[in-house]
């Protein structure tokens, strides 16, 4: 019976055309195997002549057997689409196998069509919809046949119904829109043909549903198409989406020219952030999924063109190039005045004493008084041989300070001079007093304080270096991990203005910390000038480098300039591929710089007693090292943060106390006893005031603002610990920052002309780059496809985006805050250090 059916068969196929014999022929072969080794049984085998957009309703037992013979004629120059559709109904106790045979290619499911989840739970769809790949052509026109096989080992009886139909609009064209609809069971994929003169195009996805998940795929013209959930991640590109999904795709990685775009809907929400079902109380307990079908709209755009990529990078050179030649410009002009200067300047190897002669100028050796006043020569002689308020320092004359300016700095240690350490009394004296001036912090001799400060910047940058090589080292290796496993769910990208550059996936991103380095050497810059400016006067005996003024260490400075360098550096690198794994490279020099500008606030009024550069680099360590662990551990982890709020208080609290006594307190078993008495005496025998009011009001303000962090990050738990963490450094900066300002005005100082520009341009540029940066173009505390939802077109030369934009304006802002933290006391140059409130 198998061969007469299969002669039968080969005989009507002869009859309609050229039937592929060998397909028949193999056919018979096996279906003869079968039906003589199912231990006696036969099953009729029928073949029927089918038709497209027929729908077929038929019976399958395990006793027959039928095959609907399909052709239709395929063209090389046109693509059509062939999609299968097949509804069984409810109450089978087998499955039914529907095998669909071509040219090239053999597509095979079974109905109920069980697709898997988490937990290794079972889904049942009887309703399946697959588009059968289009095998290839050589020749210009000709009639390919497919056959639809259906078999059951069911004795019972099961209706289907079968329908093959072409597909509508399976060619996706430029810029038009095309809408259809998709489940789980039934996945849509379309093709596309790059046109002439179009190397790079942006596939977008959307659907105004966020639920059900469902999955965008880019694959290459070939057979078999990976159109499931369990199988789409094999070859391809392919992210994951719940209204927004967006992939850019070049033509030099598709030999065809062309490429399938594929959306599967997943069977499980949980991958694009929703919920999870319940675990099924039996393994094999089958679940009904219910209606998981989503609207979908797909439309293929080209991509900026090359011109584009160039005027991005002109704009952005351009843009930092200009704060060169603003600052060319600037120095020019003020050379031009220091030249006018000196026509009028004393001789160095002559004393204001011995001509007799009040300066002409305040910047001229003269120095303001409370009032602002210009002090004569004389008062500036007895000013700095003085002995008043020196608390048993001896005498110094200007020739002393300035010995041996000639010498290397490298050739200076610590130990060969008089650091203090010997006259603790002296210490405890000077330090303790209710009113301090900058002469009684600023006794250290001053190439050893250069020395000590220096050791920052050659700190961070050996820091910088060994951190930057591996960081680099991984980026790429994340990179290349994207580039040829496809998955786009990897890196957190705004997928509508990723613009790919080689091997790297968003270099629109990468480019704009272009500002962080430019800017950064342009500080260096600024400084190395200022500390040849400096050198050079004290090499003159200059009495306006040697005694007035803020004292100049420059060492910080540096650091600060190589910290805003190594930003822009290791920015760049997240952003190669940005997720919460590498998050810290992003952030691990903001909390460097925001700590080095605290201590340069600190070192300007007590560089006597501010921290080392070991100290003040294990503490940012230990800062980092909670920013990984908060990171890693802290979401949703209660023992973590109330470790780190323990910690945070008590930090605070220590501080606060080192700041408040001068660093004249120690830490030893009889603290307690100490604190006790303290408490008696000040508040319950007497009640008695603090003795440093203003440093005890800057320092209740910090506590109220920490503590209020504290509590904030306890009860909350933000997701974004890095950022949170962020954002204590930047309120205890802004906090000091606007007491610094506020005593400093407050003591009868003036903010120049040159210091005021610059915090009015830094506090407006910091406002807009705020704004960019709380636009939120994507987010690695959600999941990818979550994170999607926020991606938003360029708005800038239709290359940058928002972030861009931030790193742009946000690099300008730290700019001009190191220049306002070096400039905001240039009023002081030509003051007395002993009339400088130390604050």
């Known amino acids: 019976m198998v061969l007469r059916s299969c002669w039968k068969s080969r005989h009507k196929a002869s009859c309609c055309g050229p039937a592929p014999c060998w397909v028949l022929l193999w056919f018979c072969v096996t279906q003869f195997v079968l039906g003589s ?97 289009q095998p290839p052509t050589r ?29 509508e609009s399976f060619i996706l064209h430029t810029d038009k829109k095309f809408s259809f609809t998709a489940s789980p069971s039934q996945p849509q994929y379309f093709k596309y043909v790059f046109p002439d003169g179009v190397d790079t195009v942006v596939v977008k996805v959307n659907s105004d549903m966020t639920f059900p998940c469902s999955v965008m795929s880019i694959q290459d013209i070939q057979c078999p198409v990976y159109d499931l959930d369990n199988n789409v991640a094999f070859i391809g590109m392919y992210q994951t989406m719940t209204k927004k999904g967006a992939i850019t795709v070049q033509r030099k990685d598709f030999p065809s020219n062309s490429f399938y775009v594929v959306v599967v809907v997943k069977t499980e929400d949980e991958a694009c952030g929703g919920p999870l079902r319940f675990y099924p109380l039996r393994p094999d307990e089958l679940i009904d999924a219910g209606n ?53 300047q004393i001789p160095a190897d002559m004393s204001p004493a011995e001509t007799g002669q009040i300066p002409a100028s305040p910047y001229e050796y003269g120095s303001f008084a409370d009032n602002g006043s210009t002090l004569s020569s004389e008062a500036i002689t007895d000013s700095a041989t003085s002995t008043d308020n020196n608390y048993g320092y001896n005498e110094r004359s200007l020739d002393s300070v300035g010995r041996s300016r000639h010498e290397s700095l490298s050739s200076v240690e610590e130990d060969d001079y008089d650091t203090l350490d010997d006259i603790n009394s002296d210490k405890n004296i000077v330090r303790t007093k209710k009113f301090l001036y900058v002469a009684d912090l600023s006794r250290k001799d001053k190439r050893i304080l250069s020395k000590k400060y220096q050791i920052y910047f050659w700190n961070i940058a050996t820091i910088g270096v060994f951190y930057a090589l591996p960081v680099v080292q991984l980026v790429i290796t994340y990179q290349t991990v994207v580039n040829v496993t496809g998955n786009q769910d990897i890196c957190f990208y705004n997928f509508l203005c990723a613009h790919p550059l080689g091997a790297l996936s968003a270099f629109n991103n990468i480019l704009s910390n272009l500002g962080y380095v430019l800017l950064g050497l ?176 800057l320092l209740v303000m910090g506590n109220i603002v920490n503590w209020s962090l504290a509590a904030y990050g306890l009860l909350e738990r933000p997701n974004d610990f890095a950022s949170y963490l962020l954002a204590i450094a930047i309120c205890n900066l802004l906090l000091y920052f606007a007491f610094y300002i506020i005593m400093k005005l407050r003591s009868g100082e003036r903010i120049q002309c040159l210091a005021l520009v610059c915090i009015l341009f830094t506090a407006v540029v910091w406002g807009l780059a705020l704004y960019f940066f709380f636009q939120g173009l994507s987010t690695w505390q959600k999941t990818p496809a979550e994170s999607r939802e926020h991606n938003r077109d360029c708005i800038l030369l239709s290359f940058f985006d928002d972030h861009d934009i931030w790193h742009f304006l946000s690099s300008i802002a730290m700019f001009g805050s190191f220049l306002v933290l070096m400039t905001m006391d240039d009023d002081l140059d030509t003051v007395q250090r002993d009339k400088i409130f130390a604050f």
């Not at 930092?320 to 031009?336: D, G, I, P, Q, R």
């Not at 400016?533 to 100049?552: F, M, S, T, Y």
Request: proline share 2%; net charge positive.
């Open 292 to 344: 998981r079908s989503k609207v979908i709209d797909v439309i293929v755009t080209p991509a900026i063109k090359s011109e584009v990529y160039v005027m991005g990078m002109l704009f952005c050179l351009g843009i930092f190039l200009s704060f060169y030649l603003l600052t060319l410009l600037m120095a020019c002009v003020e050379n031009k005045r220091m030249k006018k200067r000196e026509v009028f």
């Open 37 to 133: 080794g199912a231990l006696g049984e036969t099953k009729n085998v029928v073949q029927k002549d089918a038709e497209f957009d027929i729908t077929y309703n038929d019976t399958v037992t395990s006793d027959n057997q039928t095959i609907y013979a399909f052709n239709h004629t395929v063209s090389r120059n046109k693509s059509e689409g062939v999609r299968v559709t097949v509804d069984v109904s409810q109450g089978f106790e087998s499955p039914i196998l529907f095998v669909v045979r071509q040219k090239q290619a053999v597509l095979s499911f079974q109905i109920p069509l069980i697709l898997r989840g988490l937990y290794q739970r079972k889904y049942p769809y009887n309703h399946v919809g697959r588009t059968l790949c």
């Open 139 to 167: 020749v210009a026109s000709e009639t390919q046949y497919f056959f639809v096989d259906v078999s059951t080992l069911s004795t019972q009886g099961t209706n289907y119904q079968l329908r093959v139909s072409r597909v």
């Open 522 to 697: 342009l500080f260096l810059l600024i400084i190395l000038k200022r500390d040849i400016v400096h050198q050079r006067a004290l090499v003159r005996n200059d009495v306006n480098a040697l005694e007035c003024g803020i004292p100049k260490h420059f060492g910080l400075y540096y650091a600060m300039g190589t910290a805003l360098m190594m930003e822009g550096l290791l920015s760049a690198c997240y952003h190669v591929c940005p997720n919460y794994t590498n998050f810290q490279f992003d952030t691990s020099f903001m909390y460097m710089i925001a700590g080095l500008c605290m201590l340069k606030l600190y070192q300007k009024r007590h560089p006597d007693i501010n921290a080392s550069a070991y100290t003040a680099y294990a503490c940012l360590a230990g800062v980092i090292f909670f920013s990984v662990l908060g990171v890693v551990f802290g979401k949703g982890n209660n023992v973590f943060w109330i470790i780190f709020s323990v910690i945070h208080i008590l930090a605070t609290m220590l501080l606060s106390t080192q700041l408040y006594y001068m660093g004249r307190w120690r830490m030893d078993s009889g603290i307690l006893r100490r604190m006790v008495h303290i408490i008696y005496t000040d508040s319950i025998r007497q009640c008695s005031g603090p003795m440093y009011i203003d440093r005890m009001v």
